[in-house]
Nanobody, 119 residues
Framework: QVQVVESGGGLVQPGESLRLSCTAS????????MGWYRQAPGKQRELVAS???????DYADSVKGRFTISIDNRKNTANLQMVSLKPEDTAAYYC?????????????WGQGTQVTVSS
């Protein structure tokens, strides 16, 4: 059974930093990509950042220059370093992990971790 577990959320003040971690386990396939999404109350879930096993990254415009995603393929772990946090970054953050190969992929989601930016 594949599990995706996030950690590192919390309450911080504007301008502070947080580091989110995500670990995926239980698949017989290799990790292909991992990503972080967020969903604020009343809004749709949106991509924050994603990274492939080869290291290619993609970021939402709103977080470029402030957030950095990294991946450890051996540990199936993705970290999201967030600096200069803003109140508008407040949301539930979800990690996903894509396992598979050239012919097959499947994406799994974690339960989410809350990030609150408030003074």
């Amino acid at each position: 059974q594949v599990q995706v577990v996030e950690s590192g959320g919390g309450l911080v003040q504007p301008g502070e930093s947080l580091r989110l971690s995500c670990t995926a386990s239980g698949s017989i396939f290799s990790i292909q990509a991992m990503g972080w999404y967020r969903q604020a109350p009343g809004k749709q879930r949106e991509l924050v950042a994603s990274i492939t096993s080869g290291g290619s990254t993609d970021y939402a415009d709103s977080v470029k220059g402030r957030f950095t995603i990294s991946i450890d393929n051996r540990k199936n772990t993705a970290n999201l370093q967030m600096v200069s946090l803003k109140p508008e970054d407040t949301a539930a953050y979800y990690c996903n992990a894509e396992f598979g190969n050239r012919l097959y992929t499947r994406t799994y989601w974690g339960q989410g971790t809350q990030v609150t930016v408030s003074s």
